[in-house]
């Protein structure tokens, strides 16, 4: 009977009960999908408007270094804040970047200075959103459903960002790229209406840190950072990988554009090579 009960809970069919955790995959996967619509057409647009492949790769850096400056803080606010807020309002405010970039588009006004702003902005409020979506589950997913839950969200994940990867090229070169981004846009302001649709208890005591709490946290972290050689491996190696593959997601763009000569289908095409063989890794690591 505890074998079986055990297994009820790690069962996706259990899910069903989780109202509100469904409801947080729903909003991730939709804003997932506007993510691989970005992927293509933000850097097919930023290659349209400079023509110039050392941009792309500044770009990028101004695109990683929130994550690297801003995370290590932003996960501890994000205890400290409220959760749901915080994702709704990181949702919003990237749909706000994604428009904003279009009407700049077409009013002539997307020089580099205000792309490299926009970036900015839009990878800090990514910065702030993971930490935050990751501190919310344990408020709407029941403890013994965490395994069944999060590797649920995290195959619908790879499949809705294979899809979308796929169909990006497609919908660029029939529809533009502003029109996808207009698409993209509105996947985040979908998704801050279904987070707006959760309903959840959070204990007061997180909103109500202070700043010696938020010190005390950050320097846990960084305590056990230092105390543990597994973790530091996992991170040193983290960042090695990422930065083998800078190079690849600088110049992918410019190199189909301007020496393969073709459209953004073949960034499509690529796009789903990395992340399918991301997902058959992941399957057969195990």
Not at 17 to 42: E, H, M, P, W
Not at 173 to 200: E, H, K, M, N, Q
Not at 213 to 228: H, I, M, N, P, T
């Amino acid at each position: 009977m505890i074998m079986k009960e055990k297994s009820n809970h790690n069962s996706y069919r259990a899910l069903v009960t989780q109202r509100q955790y469904c409801k947080l995959i729903v909003a991730n996967l939709v804003g997932r999908f506007g993510d691989s619509l970005d992927a293509i057409a933000y850097s097919w647009l930023v290659y349209q408007v400079t023509g110039n492949a050392a941009m792309m790769a500044v770009l990028l850096t101004f695109n990683t270094l929130p994550g690297i400056l801003l995370q290590p803080f932003a996960g501890v606010w994000a205890d400290q804040l409220p959760k749901r807020k915080m994702m709704l309002w990181c949702d919003i405010g990237r749909a706000a970047c994604i428009i904003g970039t279009v009407l700049l588009y077409f009013g002539g006004f997307l020089f580099y200075g205000v792309l490299i702003l926009l970036t900015l902005r839009q990878s800090s409020l990514e910065a702030f959103r993971m930490p935050a979506g990751n501190a919310f589950v344990p408020f709407i997913l029941e403890k013994e459903h965490y395994n069944a839950g999060l590797a649920l969200n995290a195959s619908f994940s790879r499949v809705v960002e294979l899809v979308g990867t796929a169909v990006a090229g497609g919908l660029v070169a029939i529809l533009g790229c502003p029109v996808v981004l207009l698409i993209d846009g509105g996947c985040f302001l979908l998704s801050a209406f279904v987070i707006s649709l959760i309903r959840y208890q959070e204990a007061p005591v997180m909103a109500s840190k202070g700043v010696r709490e938020y010190g005390r946290q950050l320097l846990e972290g960084v305590q056990a950072f230092k105390k543990s050689k597994m973790l530091r491996a996992i991170v040193l190696l983290g960042g090695l990988m990422n930065f083998i593959n800078v190079p690849f997601s600088a110049f992918q763009t410019p190199y189909v554009a301007q020496v393969l000569q073709r459209d953004a289908g073949l960034l499509s095409a690529m796009g789903v090579a990395f992340t399918g063989g991301m997902g058959l890794g992941s399957f057969f690591t195990p």
